[in-house]
């Protein structure tokens, strides 16, 4: 098979033998660790999704895809690019209530994190009062929610709105696949205090994160 194919494949079949040399020889044809994942093993994904979707995969299949996602972003973190920035400002960032999806939200750590910013991440099924009480703690210049299920699209007005009734008021930055920029501004940001910005993937979030502290 095709290298990407391959790649695509540990994805779908959850298998991590041969993985980590099949990264070394695309980072070898000169692929940015990045590109490598948004591009044959999001696709393997994706595919994922696909077959969830039409119950072709059981939940302990998907697990299992996750975690040689997992395994893959892991190893590639070290070749990404690191920006040689002072400390460029602060982000509490979490999955919220109700959703276990942490993939995204950990690039939308690493991402943030290489280039100059202090992430607190909070994890997984992450309620509202525990927000409030680390943006009493840890004062930072943004919140970053992530989630991938409806619910959690809905989930997200809720937290705005506990958010804003506790005096929260930095920017809102919001993210994953059951969110598009229409969702955002209709009714999350209404629901809160402070300027909110969908993010479609993990580099708008570095660039709404520069914007905001500019
Ligand atoms: Co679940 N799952 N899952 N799942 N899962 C989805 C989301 C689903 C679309 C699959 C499907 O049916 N086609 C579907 C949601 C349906 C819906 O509500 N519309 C679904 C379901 C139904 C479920 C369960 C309910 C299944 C069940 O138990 N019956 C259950 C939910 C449990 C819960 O949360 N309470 C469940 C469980 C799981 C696993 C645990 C098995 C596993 C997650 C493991 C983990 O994360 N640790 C899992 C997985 C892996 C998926 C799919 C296949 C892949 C998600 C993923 O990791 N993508 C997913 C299908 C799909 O998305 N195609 C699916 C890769 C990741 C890098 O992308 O998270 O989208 P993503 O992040 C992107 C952007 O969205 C953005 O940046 C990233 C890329 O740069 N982004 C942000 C995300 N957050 C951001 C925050 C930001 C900025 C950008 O700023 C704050």
Redesign the pocket.
Known sequence: LPLDERLGNYIIEGTKDGLVEDLERKRGEGMAPLDI??GPL?AG??E???L??NNELI??E??Q??EA??TA?SHLEQYMEKADTAARGK?V?A?VK????????N??EI?LSNNGYTVVNLG??VPPEELIKAFKQHQPDA??????????AQQMVITGEDLKNAGVNVPL???????SERYTTGKIGPAYSAPTFY???????LR?MNEIMD
């Open positions: 994942i948004n999001m994904m994706a994922v999704g696909r969830f979707n939940v302990a998907v697990l895809s996750a996602m997992k972003v982000i960032l999955t109700g959703d276990v999806h942490d993939i995204g939200k690039l939308v991402i997984i099924k919140i970053g929610l992530s989630g991938l299920l409806v619910k959690s930055l919001v993210g994953g696949a059951a969110l993010a479609k993937d993990a580099m708008t979030g709404l």
